[in-house]
């Protein structure tokens, strides 16, 4: 499941961060002590809320 949200989102990063981090929540419901998964979904959160941020900003 970890490496199946990580392909997910390695084909489209911008678009599948939302499906990539509900595998990611399914997986740790699974697998509750499989810490990277959470390494991995914060990170992957991290990275939206930069894109987010980038998009806010006003062009010039």
Not at 46 to 51: A, N, T, Y
Request: aromatic fraction near 4%.
């Amino acid at each position: 499941m970890y490496l199946k949200a990580l392909q997910l989102f390695q084909k489209d990063r911008k678009n599948n961060i939302d499906a990539a981090v509900d595998i990611l929540d399914d997986t740790l419901k699974a697998s509750p002590n499989f810490n990277l998964v959470n390494l991995t979904k914060n990170e992957i959160l991290r990275q939206k809320q930069m894109m987010q941020a980038q998009e806010a900003q006003p062009k010039q």
